[in-house]
T-cell receptor, first 107, second 115 residues
Framework: AQRVTQPEKLLSVFKGAPVELKCNYS??????LFWYVQYSRQRLQLLLR??SRESIKGFTADLNKGETSFHLKKPFAQEEDSAMYYC?????????FGTGTSLTVIP | DAGVIQSPRHEVTEMGQEVTLRCKPI?????LFWYRQTMMRGLELLIY????????DSGMPEDRFSAKMPNASFSTLKIQPSEPRDSAVYFC?????????????FGQGTRLTVV
């Protein structure tokens, strides 16, 4: 069965500190993984996808098949990064989301 | 395209009343999802349509919940009768499955409060 696990419900870091949001998955095939972000009272929007191997707003995420992880990282957190972050996996046309991590960046 | 459109944005209703949430997916997208978001459980998939056909409704919590997609441009999620524990934000999302590029686009959500 497909599953996405985000072990941290809440995460607080100080501005300028590094941040890592954890995501682990279980999937029998070759996964396609995403990070979605939801700023306060807004819609979820795509932040990045692993196949693009891009950096968006300073965030990166590397797929580690050995550890079945897709952690989201940023070297220097900014106040505007405070949001809800969801890790997601797609199989066919169905998205499976983790329970989300609420990130607060303290000024 | 205006994106995925949901209505209403906010709904306050009394316990026992019927509530209907509406979603217009992005034109050309052939998959549509309804999610419920709460602080305790995060984002829960309620039901998933592909080409207007319900594929997986195992996330629908109870018989009080029902969803329809009469055509490619419209879907509804109905709760009858509503209960206070149904209070949550309900999101609709549609997917483009262009080869080599899949992304879920979300609506703004409907914030439901049942009193």
């Amino acid at each position: 069965a497909q599953r996405v696990t985000q072990p941290e419900k809440l995460l607080s870091v100080f501005k300028g500190a590094p941040v890592e949001l954890k995501c682990n998955y279980s999937y029998s095939g070759s996964p396609e993984l995403f990070w979605y972000v939801q700023y306060s009272r807004q819609r979820l929007q795509l932040l990045l996808r692993h196949i693009s191997r891009e950096s968006i707003k300073g965030f990166t995420a590397d797929l580690n098949k050995g550890e079945t992880s897709f952690h989201l990282k940023k070297p220097f957190a900014q106040e505007e990064d405070s949001a809800m972050y969801y890790c997601a996996l797609i199989r066919g046309n169905q998205f499976y989301f983790g329970t989300g991590t609420s990130l607060t960046v303290i000024p | 395209d205006a994106g995925v459109i949901q209505s209403p944005r906010h709904e306050v209703t009394e316990m026992g009343q019927e509530v209907t949430l509406r979603c217009k997916p992005i034109s050309g997208h052939n998959s549509l999802f309804w999610y419920r978001q709460t602080m305790m459980r995060g984002l829960e998939l309620l039901i998933y349509f592909n080409n207007n056909v319900p594929i997986d409704d195992s996330g629908m919590p109870e018989d009080r919940f029902s969803a329809k997609m009469p055509n490619a441009s419209f879907s509804t999620l109905k709760i009858q009768p509503s209960e206070p524990r149904d209070s949550a934000v309900y999101f609709c999302a549609s997917i483009t499955g262009r080869q080599g590029y899949t992304e879920a686009f979300f609506g703004q959500g409907t914030r439901l409060t049942v009193v």
